[in-house]
């Protein structure tokens, strides 16, 4: 029989000290499966989850596919304009209903064409008895909210809205104009690892010193860089100021709503548990983490552009040259995923000292103790 894991006290207080003496998640937090599973049932099915960007479903009958560990979802727009989510398995036969990405009035079953609207409702199904109650078959549905053009869906019953929790974070990025970005371009890296571990380096410049010397720390040193306070609330930002004067002649024009003194900085964020974004002065990338397991992950990097910069064409023709600029510095971290997911597995692997420039996985393990109890 398997049973839920702990943190023995000793290791929860390593864990929980103060940001100047706190200390790493144990080695089994990654390696353990009886972990993720925890992970599944108290976080990934209970919080809300980033599942897509509204650009993705612009239009009124878009639709998109994804899934939430073992629950496959779609996301509709529907007619009057709301975004919903809901099971995307048959409720004949447990056949996923759709795949991909797509725009159509009707969901259709591939196996025996039973067809629901976009609201989840069972609209026909061929060659049943009479008897049967079309009308009260509905597909599961989700709750689901939309936050700076992400898409969030909770598997729980009533969950506490997003955007409350998120008031602090949304004013220092307003600036930005996230809402209004659209996927430019997307590249995908298959990623055997913990997902905890894509989290913890996406949010450090600590290792600037290390794998981006030749890139981050020449223009967004680690010594500067800092987290900002999160009132414990669900979310974590590292501001990484930038050191280069940038002028009008840069390559993509300056984000429309941002002030000239930012232009350099980079930020990192992380709604919790895998909401991974960063905005530079031009342009913001959307770190999209779907895990499997405690051992595989998959990562979509989705480049987010102003909208009527996507469409730019010179900017269309730079396409693959800043498409080689965010795989060149995914490069840059894929062995210091690699190696830590390694080193954990080692017989003699401990919990590690946190540097003051890691206060955002402080933060981010408080909020994993918390949930996991």
């Known amino acids: 029989m398997s049973t839920t894991p702990h943190l023995t006290d000793h290791e929860r ?15 089994r937090a990654y390696t353990d499966p009886s972990f993720f599973a925890s992970e599944a049932a108290a ?9 897509a960007r509204t650009d993705q479903i612009a239009a009124p009958g878009d639709w998109i596919a994804v899934d939430l560990l073992d629950q496959p979802i779609v996301v509709t727009h529907m007619p009057d ?15 996923p209903l ?4 797509g725009s159509s009035k009707w969901l259709v079953c591939p196996y025996h064409q039973w067809s629901y609207g976009l609201d989840g409702h069972l609209h026909t199904a061929p060659m049943m008895d009479q008897d049967f109650d079309v009308a009260a078959c509905r597909l599961p549905q989700l709750a689901t909210e939309v936050w700076e053009g992400f898409v969030f869906v909770s598997m729980a019953d009533a969950p506490p809205e997003v955007a ?8 220092a990025i307003e600036q930005y104009g996230l809402a209004d970005m659209v996927i430019a371009d997307t590249i995908e890296f298959d990623s055997p690892w913990n997902w905890k571990l894509l989290v913890e380096n996406f949010m450090e410049a600590y290792h600037h010193i290390g794998p981006h010397r030749d890139t981050f720390q020449q223009s967004n040193p680690a010594k500067d860089s800092f987290v900002v306070d999160n009132g414990a609330g669900p979310w974590s930002l590292l501001h990484m100021p930038g050191v280069t004067d940038l002028d009008e002649t840069h390559d993509l024009p300056f984000l429309s709503g941002l002030d000239r003194a930012r232009r350099a900085d980079l930020l990192a964020v992380c709604v919790y548990p895998t909401l991974l974004f960063a905005v530079t002065g031009t342009l913001a990338t959307w770190y999209e983490v779907i895990p499997h397991s405690h051992d595989h992950m998959t990562l979509r990097i989705h480049l987010l552009l102003e909208r009527d910069v996507a469409t730019n064409t010179d900017v269309v023709a730079m396409l693959p040259d800043i498409r080689e600029g965010l795989r060149w510095i995914h490069g840059e971290d894929i062995p210091v995923n690699e190696g830590p997911w390694r080193g954990l597995q080692a017989p003699l692997a401990a919990q590690g000292r946190l540097s003051p420039y890691e206060a955002a996985i402080w933060q981010f393990n408080q909020w994993w103790v918390e949930r996991l109890g």
Do not use: E, K, Y
């Not at 207080?13 to 080695?27: K, M």
């Open 13 to 27: 207080s390593l864990v929980t000290a103060p940001t100047p003496d706190a200390w790493t998640l144990p080695p």
């Open 43 to 51: 976080i990934f099915r209970q919080d809300w989850i980033c599942v």
């Open 81 to 95: 304009g709301h975004i919903t989510a809901m099971s995307n398995v048959c409720l004949h036969r447990s056949m």
């Open 98 to 101: 759709v795949s991909g990405a």
């Open 164 to 171: 409350p929790q998120l008031t602090s974070l949304r004013v």
